[in-house]
């Protein structure tokens, strides 16, 4: 976040469009014009494009919502960005995944790993990080199940709570979800966004060295818990033995960061 302009790049009726669509309490026109429009620095500048965060205000439930100004429009979704993302996540997970305790038990597990290694990246990046470490298995959650491609219903859920596109994929493509999908004949991962390959080892990393009960464990003992959890005809004990070598790799590589 590097500064903050007062010149309304977007026109008003459109963000009282978006603020209805988003729950938000309807502001008068007069105090929109106020608002202020946080630039939110180079490392989202992609091309000649520049990402121009909005603040849409605050949702009952505690949420700061803003939004990219390319975003605000019709049928477009809002973005959760702020210190608070991680804080949702915890929530959201401890709420979702209570009726399942020893999952909640190795979510946490997973979130506080993520927590240790999250100062390799930037402020932004290391929430990310962290919120999609709390989302990343909520897709068990009874209350969240759909398809029963848990990265892919987490990642949906994500998506619907508003939480950003980074953290939506990172649930959707966390720790061999690919590789499932394959083997569960699901395509539809493709509809989620390529994600950092350092931040989505990162979550690898976490969710690998962190066992069922929430303690640490070695990425190869985890892998064999998995393969004996699942028998062989299961997709999942097909996946892990697909791309066994690939997770160790990418837990190896962050191992290498310390
Ligand atoms: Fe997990």
């Known amino acids: 976040m590097t500064g903050f302009s007062t010149r309304p790049l977007i026109p008003v009726k459109k963000i009282l469009t978006t603020q209805v669509r988003a729950g938000l309490p309807v502001r008068r026109r007069t105090e929109l014009r106020l608002f202020r429009w946080r630039r939110t620095g180079a490392a989202k500048r992609t091309g000649a494009a520049t990402s121009v965060m909005v603040s849409l205000g605050r949702r009952s439930d505690g949420w700061n919502v803003e939004c990219d100004r390319r975003d605000v429009g019709p049928a477009r979704r809002l973005v959760v960005v702020t210190a608070e993302l991680v804080e949702s996540a915890r929530q959201l997970a401890e709420e979702r995944l209570a009726e399942l305790p020893r999952r909640l038990a190795h979510v946490r597990g997973v979130a506080a790993a993520a927590g240790r290694i999250r100062s390799k990246f930037d402020t932004e990046t290391g929430d990310r990080l962290a919120a999609a470490a709390w989302l990343h ?9 759909e398809t029963g491609f848990h990265p892919l219903d987490g990642a949906r859920f994500a998506r619907a709570q508003g939480f950003d596109e980074t953290v939506v994929s990172l649930v959707a493509f966390h720790t061999g979800a690919l590789a499932e999908a394959r083997e569960r004949g699901i395509s539809v991962l493709s509809a989620f966004g390529v994600v950092d ?37 299961d997709p999942v004990h097909r996946a892990v033995d697909s791309c ?3 997770l160790l790799a990418a837990v190896e590589r962050v191992q290498s960061w310390a």
């Open 137 to 145: 298995d909520i897709g068990y959650a009874p209350s969240v199940w």
């Open 197 to 233: 390959s350092d931040v989505l080892d990162a979550l690898t990393f976490c969710d690998l060295t962190t066992g069922p009960d929430g303690y640490g464990v070695s990425a190869a003992q985890r892998l064999d818990e998995v393969l004996q959890r699942y028998g062989p005809s």
């Open 244 to 246: 066994r070598d690939e």
